[in-house]
């Protein structure tokens, strides 16, 4: 079998990040936890930017982020977002008609990404005890249920490990449909064993880390061989953190200065660098740091390093035109979406969509006409 697993597909999505103020790495919060100001600029600053949706994370001490998509969507008009949900605290009922209503209201621009949990200390603050593999056995039934509700056309009974319901039933249906069925798209992440089977299950989309291209092939193989035992077939997205500059010097300088503020900041507020928990993607980032703090033509991996492999946190450093290189080759793996989200937040997301967004657009097109005219 080729490497290069040709795309199917003749665009490409971007996905970038909001958050309830402005913080990151390099900048220490302050303030209150939501700065409504600054997430309707940031969320503005997306749609104007040109990226196609954004990424309203979750954290178990963080704002509510189905309120943060709700108050996001009521200040922009085209932009799509990508709603960060650990299964496991609402009810998939109670879950389903949530989406449905949002989707609705939002006029058909939410995708939801479910994330199971890689640290059991974040999952016991919100009194969430089971295990890393129990977590991910529950969202499959999770996902059951929410699949059922959205779909069905009269009450239904559900008899399951994790959950029991009688007559359950929504009046609300999602705006966007599927196969013509209503459906809210499905972002998912988790690299586990326990993982994969319920990504090929149930993803539309199968959410990478900033990974090696070697460490994308493996995983997109594997994922791809899971969904196509369910008769299906599964896009992709990897996230980055772009580091850009005029020159590829500079851009390298520009790095080396965001480590040395990570690392200040994190002795400042007496972080150590800590391990990755039960994430199997930070153990696949840290993995790829082993290898050294640059890999294949712009990968950086020192952030990853420093902060033990929490988050997304790899970096594509150089030029607009160079970082747009990069991505071209993961796109020739199959990856059809980007989430990059900068160091600078606000401004890098500004700053993408100057050069990196149109050109790697530009490239994308000109490889799948390409794919055309050879296929």
Known sequence: MSQTTQNTQSDVEFIGMIQGQKVSEIHAAKGPAIDRDYVRAFA??????????????????????????????????????????????VAPTLAARQFASLDQFS?????????????????RRDGDWLDHDQRYARTDEYLDVLHKVWTADKPFDHEGAHYHYQNAFSEVKPLQTRNGKPHVPVYFGGASEAAIPVAGKYADVYALWGESLEQARELTTRVRAEAARHGRSVRFSVSFRPILAETEEAAWARAENILAETKRLRVVQGYNRGGP?????????????????????RLWTAVAQEIGGRSNSTALVGTPEQVA??????????????????????????????ELIPRTRELVAQRAQSQRKAA
């Open 325 to 354: 290189d990069a991505l071209l080759d993961y796109y020739d793996l199959g990856v059809t979406t980007f989430l990059i989200r900068g160091f600078d937040p606000l401004e890098d997301a500004t700053d993408y969509g100057r």
């Open 107 to 123: 006029g058909g621009r939410l995708g939801v990404h479910y994330i199971s949990g890689g640290s059991d200390e974040e999952q």
């Open 277 to 297: 928990q039960q994430s199997e993607g930070a153990k696949r980032l840290l993995a790829a740091a082993d290898k050294g703090p640059r890999v294949d033509k």
């Open 44 to 89: 503005q600053a997306h749609e104007n930017a040109g990226f196609d949706r954004v990424l309203v994370p979750h954290h178990s001490t963080g704002p509510d982020a189905t309120l943060t998509v709700a108050y996001a969507a009521s200040v922009t008009e085209r932009i799509h977002f990508m709603l960060a949900h650990r299964p496991g605290f």
